[in-house]
């Protein structure tokens, strides 16, 4: 399948290239013109999970990867499970945070070190990447002792919870993270800047695995198919999905399952107080405030980056406006949320509560609800366990980095700077 630039549609590449290049001319995002429906959606929910992702993802990849290869990268990457737990009549809990760092980010990032690593050449590669939190870790662990790849991490300075940053700071060899004085708009205008510089752009092969990437994209289309096949198959057209949300990547992931043919009933983006979205959709104005620090700080973004992609899928027609609705959530309500849930046996954190508040309020009598959890809660361990007034036990794979020396380089939000960081 053919991408095409949203800025530029003169540029048409293919997956590769849209792949290494993270980026369009013009800053653009890449994008397929027009998702083609799968016809056979019944049968590929009947199917074991590998090889359904197969089913959903040549269609994607095909030009550039061929089926052998693709299923050993989908082996690799989807190699740990995404269950549905039930948590109250009606309501589930996609469980996405089963991964080496326990968050939703590992399937796309693993996914899309897998397919840049296919698509290697002997030049080198720098992934530049921008975090509010858990791309960092999810990235930094998905490339760590690739050849030939260069990672550099950019996240603001003490705005994400420790324990978040020593997922991604604590790695050595080819992963270099620098604390940036700034917020993480700050930290997403200084990767714009370096992609806007066409000469550092080739020197170093500078690439992003922002959700910008469409690779980490398509990854995610496939737990939205994963977590539909695990309802009864009666109350999966009845489906109402809630995505907490940031940068819009895992929603716009959500809306291409549903315009594959997906029977999603409809989607609720879920926001903490940075809500652009949400205002945007119930009165049409687009206009961005500063960015707020909330307790759920991976969705602390004004200015969403894969906005332009939802907005292109609704404006071509392949998406109805009209089953999407915004709702957002500010901190009192957030922790309430995780009070309530906590109460009823189940054990959450900031951003999964934001998601369950919007079926909370919305969701009728003959509708199941799915709420995306995107990260397992010991990452949020401090505010979960002030809230909810009690301790968390920290996993393994947590623990284990929380005792390691923070490795990370103290920078001023300036271009300049971080370009000779990057040159040197
Ligand atoms: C990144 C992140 C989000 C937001 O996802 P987007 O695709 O950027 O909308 C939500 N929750 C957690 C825990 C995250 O790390």
Same mark, same amino acid.
Not at 237 to 265: E, H, M, R
């Given at each position: 399948?053919?991408?095409?630039?949203?800025?530029?549609?003169?540029?048409?590449?293919?997956?590769?290239?849209?792949?290494?290049?993270?980026l369009?001319?013009?800053?653009?995002?890449?994008?397929?013109?027009?998702?083609?429906?799968?016809?056979?959606?019944?049968?590929?929910?009947?199917?074991?999970?590998?090889?359904?992702?197969?089913?959903?993802?040549r269609?994607?990849?095909?030009?550039?990867?061929?089926?052998?290869?693709?299923?050993?990268?989908?082996?690799?990457?989807?190699?740990?499970?995404?269950?549905?737990?039930?948590?109250?009549d009606?309501?589930?809990?996609?469980?996405?945070?089963?991964?080496?760092?326990?968050?939703?980010?590992?399937?796309?990032?693993?996914?899309?070190?897998?397919?840049?690593?296919?698509?290697?050449?002997?030049?080198?590669?720098?992934?530049?990447?921008?975090?509010?939190?858990?791309?960092?870790?999810?990235?930094?662990?998905?490339f760590?002792?690739?050849?030939?790849?260069?990672?550099?991490?950019?996240?603001?300075?003490?705005?994400?919870?420790?324990?978040?940053?020593?997922?991604?700071?604590?790695?050595?060899?080819?992963?270099?993270?620098?604390?940036?004085?700034?917020?993480?708009?700050?930290c997403?205008?200084?990767?714009?800047?370096?992609?806007?510089?066409?000469?550092?752009?080739?020197?170093?092969?500078?690439?992003?695995?922002?959700?910008?990437?469409?690779?980490?994209?398509?990854?995610?289309?496939?737990?939205?198919f994963?977590?539909?096949?695990?309802?009864?198959?009666?109350?999966?057209?009845?489906?109402?999905?809630?995505?907490?949300?940031?940068?819009?990547?895992?929603?716009?992931?959500?809306?291409?399952?549903?315009?594959?043919?997906?029977?999603?009933?409809?989607?609720?983006?879920?926001?903490?107080?940075?809500?652009?979205?949400?205002?945007?959709?119930?009165?049409?104005?687009?206009?961005?405030?500063n960015?707020?620090?909330?307790?759920?700080?991976?969705?602390?973004?004004?200015?969403?980056?894969?906005?332009?992609?939802?907005?292109?899928?609704?404006?071509?027609?392949?998406f +109805?406006?009209?089953? %999407?609705?915004? @709702?957002? =959530? *500010?901190?009192?309500?957030?922790?309430?949320? $995780? #009070?309530? !849930?906590?109460?009823?046996?189940?054990?959450?954190e900031?951003?999964?509560?934001?998601?369950?508040?919007?079926?909370?309020?919305?969701?009728?009598?003959?509708?199941?609800?799915?709420?995306?959890?995107?990260?397992?809660?010991?990452?949020?361990?401090?505010?979960?366990?002030?809230?909810?007034?009690?301790?968390?036990?920290?996993?393994?794979?947590?623990? +284990?980095?929380?005792? %390691?020396?923070? @490795?990370? =380089? *103290?920078?001023?939000?300036?271009?300049?700077? $971080? #370009?000779? !960081?990057?040159?040197s």
């Amino acid at each position: 399948m053919k991408l095409y630039n949203l800025k530029d549609p003169e540029q048409v590449v293919d997956f590769a290239t849209a792949v290494r290049t993270g980026l369009g001319n013009n800053r653009g995002l890449f994008f397929p013109r027009s998702i083609p429906p799968l016809n056979n959606i019944n049968e590929l929910l009947n199917m074991p999970v590998l090889e359904r992702n197969q089913h959903i993802l040549r269609a994607f990849v095909s030009d550039n990867i061929d089926d052998q290869a693709l299923q050993q990268i989908i082996e690799e990457t989807f190699s740990f499970p995404a269950p549905l737990v039930q948590v109250e009549d009606h309501i589930h809990c996609l469980e996405l945070f089963h991964g080496p760092t326990l968050a939703f980010k590992d399937f796309g990032a693993r996914f899309m070190a897998r397919c840049l690593q296919h698509f290697a050449t002997e030049q080198k590669i720098t992934i530049l990447t921008a975090t509010s939190g858990d791309t960092g870790a999810a990235v930094a662990h998905a490339f760590h002792g690739m050849d030939n790849i260069e990672v550099v991490i950019l996240f603001p300075k003490g705005k994400i919870s420790e324990l978040q940053q020593k997922m991604f700071t604590t790695l050595s060899g080819n992963i270099r993270t620098v604390a940036i004085e700034g917020d993480f708009d700050d930290c997403q205008k200084l990767v714009k800047s370096c992609f806007d510089d066409p000469q550092l752009v080739q020197a170093v092969g500078l690439n992003s695995a922002n959700s910008i990437n469409v690779s980490r994209l398509f990854a995610q289309i496939c737990y939205y198919f994963d977590g539909l096949a695990q309802l009864p198959a009666a109350q999966r057209d009845q489906t109402v999905v809630a995505v907490p949300s940031g940068n819009f990547g895992n929603l716009c992931a959500g809306i291409i399952a549903k315009t594959l043919g997906l029977p999603i009933k409809r989607f609720i983006a879920s926001t903490n107080l940075n809500d652009t979205v949400p205002r945007y959709l119930q009165d049409g104005v687009w206009s961005p405030n500063n960015t707020v620090e909330t307790l759920s700080n991976a969705m602390d973004v004004s200015r969403p980056n894969n906005w332009p992609r939802i907005e292109y899928l609704m404006t071509s027609g392949q998406f +109805d406006r009209s089953l %999407l609705t915004g @709702l957002a =959530v *500010d901190e009192a309500k957030t922790a309430d949320t $995780l #009070r309530h !849930l906590f109460a009823q046996g189940y054990l959450s954190e900031p951003h999964a509560a934001v998601a369950y508040q919007g079926l909370h309020d919305s969701l009728q009598p003959d509708e199941t609800g799915v709420f995306l959890g995107t990260a397992h809660p010991a990452k949020f361990k401090s505010a979960v366990e002030e809230i909810l007034d009690t301790e968390l036990d920290l996993p393994q794979a947590i623990a +284990d980095c929380a005792r %390691l020396p923070d @490795l990370s =380089v *103290d920078m001023p939000a300036d271009y300049a700077a $971080l #370009r000779d !960081l990057l040159m040197s």
